[in-house]
């Protein structure tokens, strides 16, 4: 869903899990009426390829599918370390194959940042 939204899932490949994921996507767009994004509004202009947009996407995916009940559990930890065991996450298997303007990569699993990110979330 978040490919297929983000208008990352609309080149003509070969690979069993992005036409797994495209189809599911074709489905889900028919059935609610979701309109995309243009692929041409990502900017990977100044990132490493490590904070591309189809990494983050990836990473949230797999946060989202991994995550019942995220926010209750963030107040629930009582340490820092407990906020950063719920949300360090990494990229799925098959979402290692990802897409990036018109050409298919393969990238090791991307783990979230161990830097300050989680010590600025929790002064938010």
């Known amino acids: 869903m978040f490919f297929g939204q983000a208008g990352l ?8 899990y992005y036409l797994m994921l495209q189809k599911e996507y074709r489905y889900l767009s028919r059935k ?3 309109r995309q994004m243009e692929p041409s509004q990502w ?3 100044r990132l490493r390829p490590g904070n591309f947009p189809p990494v ?3 990473q949230l995916a797999s946060l989202y599918y991994r995550a019942q009940g995220l926010f209750s559990r963030i107040i ?3 340490t820092l370390a407990d906020v950063k065991g719920i949300l ?3 990229t799925s298997a098959g ?3 990802y897409i990036l303007r018109n050409r298919r990569r393969h990238r090791r699993e ?3 940042s161990e830097t300050g990110r989680i010590h600025h979330f929790s002064l938010c």
């Open 110 to 112: 991307r783990k979230t």
């Open 95 to 97: 979402h290692n194959f």
């Open 9 to 16: 899932l609309e080149e003509d490949l070969d690979d069993p």
């Open 32 to 34: 609610f009426e979701l």
């Open 76 to 78: 629930e930890a009582e």
């Open 88 to 90: 360090s996450t990494g």
């Open 56 to 58: 983050r996407l990836a």
């Open 43 to 45: 900017k990977f202009l």
